[in-house]
């Protein structure tokens, strides 16, 4: 069973050498896109050893999520993928997860899962603690799903799309599964990291097309709820 992590980058320097070691564990290989990185996104990515394919586009063009994902899934599928882990730079998995994730694939081959959500949680104003109240306790993410060459349909939606095929969203009835595992998300701990997500969505979606609520609960502190990552659920390589 092979196992790839699917990755789109532009600039994120910063997030990717402790994003490769908190990856890397839990895969066999990386497929990556650096989608016109002036920083040294490209580098960093280059020198991993589990990295088997960079994809390179060229600075100054437009933000295009759906080409990245359709064009990461074809090239795992052409590394042999048989399941797909889909983690941005500026997010962590739990290191329990990582080291359960083969023995959790194989049970779900038996099970017929195709696909599996993990509770996403964002971190705010400090490393060791994330945002519950409100819809921030409710988020989760399809990142993780079996790799079916067959399947060749793709959400047309240019943001907050779904990675996988559409030929899995539509059963998800039948071959989707929640995980208690978490995502942990580093790029809201910081108020001008906050501001700066904000205003990034608001020039890519400026008419909330994409999601309907808009952007403005970013950087909203109002009834804040902070809870701590617990020592079991814990995502940093000490």
Not at 74 to 96: N, P, S, V, Y
Not at 134 to 162: S, V
Not at 169 to 186: C, E, T
């Amino acid at each position: 069973m092979k196992i790839v992590a699917l990755l789109q980058a532009r600039n994120e320097e910063r997030y990717l050498a402790e994003w490769l070691e908190n990856i890397s564990s839990a895969v066999d290989a990386i497929v990556a896109i650096d989608d016109g990185s002036t920083d040294r996104t490209a580098d960093i990515l280059s020198a991993h050893p589990k990295l088997v394919e960079l994809i390179s586009r060229s600075p100054g063009q437009p933000w295009r999520e759906r080409d990245n994902h359709v064009d990461l899934i074809k090239a795992g599928r052409r590394h042999g993928a048989h399941w797909f882990l889909c983690i941005d730079a500026d997010e962590r998995i739990e290191l329990g997860f990582a080291k359960q994730l083969r023995a959790l694939l194989q049970e779900a081959e038996e099970r017929g899962v195709e696909a599996f959500t993990l509770r996403l949680r964002e971190l705010w104003d400090d490393e060791r603690t994330y945002r519950v109240d409100g819809i921030w306790g409710q988020k989760a993410r399809y990142r993780l799903f079996k790799n079916n060459p067959a399947h060749t349909k793709f959400d047309p939606r240019q943001l907050h799309r779904h990675w996988m095929p559409l030929e899995i969203v539509m059963r998800l009835n039948k071959v989707g599964a929640q995980l208690p595992n978490a995502i942990y998300h580093l790029r809201m701990i910081d108020p001008k990291d906050r501001l700066a997500r904000y205003r990034r969505y608001k020039e890519l979606d400026p008419n909330n097309q994409f999601q309907a609520e808009g952007y403005e609960y970013l950087i909203d502190d109002t009834g804040l709820e902070l809870a701590t990552v617990p020592a079991e659920a814990d995502y940093k390589i000490r």
